[in-house]
Antibody, heavy 118, light 108 residues
């Protein structure tokens, strides 16, 4: 069974940093690209960042470019998101999602909540 | 960036009725690279449809997708109790990948 379990969320002050993790199981992790997708409270889905299977190719939404860094450790079946210079607009539930070869998201984690507040 | 607009925002229907959800794109979505997801309260999104009309693994055949270019539709032929949820469309034909704002299907 494919599982994606996020962790690392919490409350952080504006301007602070946080590192999210996503532990993958039930599939060959390094066969797939993976993304972070966030959902502000009561709002819709927003793609944040993506990394290809070997970590060589990454991409970011304009709203996080220069502040967030995506990475992965295939030996640990894990995905990460380093978030710096956080603002209130980054408050959201952060999901990791497995990207199919067709670039849609075929499995999602339940998410980890990030709250930016003073 | 391609903007996706879903309509209606809310659809109030009874179990057994047919639901028709629309997703309009600000530019043509290449190669029918459009997906639909279902999100029940407190749960992760679930892939329903990819390639505009292909059902994902394990998705019942009461769910169907159609459309191309800038106009796409998700149809639920007969609503079951577990189908009352929020539905999102997503285009993955051009970067950045974008989602619609969602359509909530609620019990009338």
């Amino acid at each position: 069974e494919v599982q994606l379990v996020e962790s690392g969320g919490g409350v952080v002050r504006p301007g602070g940093s946080l590192r999210l993790s996503c532990a993958a199981s039930g599939f060959t992790f390094d066969d797939y690209g993976v993304s972070w997708v966030r959902q502000a409270p009561g709002k819709g889905l927003e793609w944040v960042s993506d990394i290809n299977w070997n970590g060589v190719s990454t991409s970011y939404a304009d709203s996080v470019k220069g502040r967030f860094t995506i990475s992965r450790d295939n030996a640990k079946n894990s995905l990460y998101l380093q978030m710096n210079s956080l603002g209130a607009e980054d408050t959201a539930l952060y999901h990791c999602a497995r990207r199919s070869n067709g670039y849609y998201f075929d499995y999602w984690g339940q998410g980890t909540l990030v709250t930016v507040s003073s | 960036e391609i903007v996706l607009t879903q309509s209606p925002a809310t659809l109030s229907l009874s179990p057994g009725e047919r639901a028709t959800l629309s997703c309009g794109a600000s530019q043509s979505v290449s190669s029918r690279n459009l997906a639909w997801y279902q999100q029940r309260p407190g749960l992760a999104p679930r892939l329903l449809i990819y390639g505009a009309s292909s059902r994902a693994t394990g998705i019942p055949d009461r769910f169907s997708g159609s459309g191309s270019g800038t106009d796409f539709t998700l149809t639920i032929s007969r609503l079951e109790p577990e189908d009352f949820a929020v539905y999102y469309c997503q285009q993955y034909g051009s970067s950045p990948w974008t989602f619609g704002q969602g359509t909530k299907v609620e019990i009338k």
